[in-house]
């Protein structure tokens, strides 16, 4: 078994994915021709052009500019259930185990919609993705910080009405450079009142104050990103003491600048000292990127050990907002994958073969590449 299906066979959970931005392209394509979309081409090569980050991205607007035809495709019941339905396939196949997915449900009524129907249409999907899949999912609805404040507290108030039955929490996301979080307090008052779990993107664009306002201001149990923590020793004194968990999004932050490559990310330094990251997609089609991949970079460009691995793997299911059996199970799979993956034997990377074939994989003992990452 090489590196990177021991990697896909690690129970995961993903806790920062954007519905909108992890489309399949062939779908946006079959859906612009049967819903007669204008599109400027219909060579899925070409059009990708148009959703997909190719090469160099040159600002965060052109990053945002790959959202326009998802969201166009969004609009009616049916292609709403089928986009969320194959991103959980997609996301089994990472041996994703728990996802959490979000997205801005106001943003898909232009086509008729009552907003209610969008958040429906997704939490159904999410319901048939549970036995089809068997992947278990919750949705985070978000606010945009370009909206009013009362746009906001809409937002919670349908979070409120769907606790529950399948919504986990509500984000604020969009604009960080000009919209700072205190303008929306009244609505992330109300959500922490109702009880609701609350995750804010901050300090993804260079703002690194954010982090902490969103923290004291918006009652955020969880940050989005947090990638420019690094800015202001006070934040990072706080997040390591708290243990307030950052769902980090590399790929991402390279596309939208935030880091200028790869390699000087800084979520390994933030692992090494003690902050609680988690990893995640963001945009898997923005992107082109998924989780397995995401890993694989970690080891490939920053040297993650595979034991740094395992605890950005378990860190993502105790941050999760998923039900407590949930996460009791899926941690104790960990486990048990975690200490049966360090047992050698000649040399061999030795695993359980039921537990492979439960994830639908075939066990070729290959254990050289493995044994490196933990002798580092
Ligand atoms: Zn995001």
Redesign the pocket.
Known sequence: MDLREIIKSIPKAEL?C?IDGSLRPKTILEICLKNKIDIPTSNLEELKKHFEIIGECDSLKEYLEKFDYPIMVMQKKEDIYRVTLELLEDASKDGIRYIELRFAPYFHTAGGLKVEEVVESVLSAMKAAESKYNIYSGLILCAMRHESVSKSIEVVNLAKNYMNKGVVAVDL?GNESDFPPELHKEAFDLAHKYGLNITI?AGETGISENILKSINILHASRI??GVFAYKDQNTLDYLIKTKIPLEM?PKSNVDTKAVTEYKKHPIKDYLKMGINVTLNT?DRTVSNINLVDEYMNLINILDFSLEETFQLAKNGIEASFAPKEIKENLLKELEKFRVQSTKYSEGQFSVNTENLKLNGLTPKPSGAVALRLFNR
């Open positions: 920062h954007h996301a993107h989005g990103h999004c963001d």
